[in-house]
């Protein structure tokens, strides 16, 4: 009776078998967190097969904030992966963290309408949790935190993608 999975944690496309899966329950949808460097031609054609896949793609902002978290180029690699899901028509989307130091990039309109135009579909933002206490600074204030709900209504406004905050 399961009708939607949430595959997240670690690289789930260094599992190939999890695409096996999803062809095998094909009225089952599959959102799956990645950070999309194995998405290359052969698991992005597969995926356009796989009408059940929904790849989140995860992006830390700019390619100067991404590149630092996930390593040199990492930024450059991921818009190459979303021009192949692009291509194929598949529907995918980014997953971008909320922090006090990102908040202005990542809900900014033409950062937004860049992804946009690369084929991101579907926005999920994610407030940021700290896991060490040099990071607390990091975590929304309440000002920014009482600003989402109305940034997410002006960019389901001017950009056709679907906006998920979530706390």
């Known amino acids: 009776g399961v009708s939607f999975f949430v595959i997240a944690g670690g690289e789930p496309l260094m599992r190939p078998e999890i695409l096996g899966i999803a062809e095998r329950f094909p009225r089952t949808l599959f959102l799956m967190f990645t950070n999309g460097l194995l998405l290359d031609e052969a698991t992005a054609e597969r995926m356009a097969r796989l009408r059940n896949v929904v790849p989140l793609l995860s992006l830390e902002g700019t390619a100067a904030e991404t590149d630092a978290r996930?390593?040199?180029?990492?930024?450059?690699?991921?818009?190459?992966?979303?021009?192949?899901?692009?291509?194929?028509?598949?529907?995918?989307?980014?997953?971008?963290?909320?922090?006090?130091?990102?908040?202005?990039?990542?809900l900014d309109d033409s950062f937004v309408g860049g992804l946009v135009a690369a084929g991101c579909r579907f926005?999920?933002?994610a407030d940021y949790t700290p896991m060490d206490e040099a990071t607390e600074e990091?975590?929304?204030?309440?000002?920014?935190?009482?600003?989402?709900?109305?940034?997410?209504?002006?960019?389901?406004?001017?950009?056709?993608?679907?906006?998920?905050?979530?706390?």
């Not at 190459?80 to 202005?104: I, N, P």
């Open 138 to 167: 990091w975590t929304l204030t309440d000002a920014q935190r009482g600003q989402v709900t109305a940034r997410m209504a002006s960019l389901r406004k001017r950009h056709p993608a679907l906006f998920v905050a979530v706390p």
């Open 123 to 125: 926005f999920l933002y």
């Open 70 to 106: 996930r390593g040199a180029g990492t930024y450059e690699r991921l818009l190459e992966a979303m021009a192949r899901l692009k291509q194929r028509r598949v529907f995918f989307g980014c997953s971008l963290t909320l922090t006090s130091r990102d908040f202005s990039t990542v």
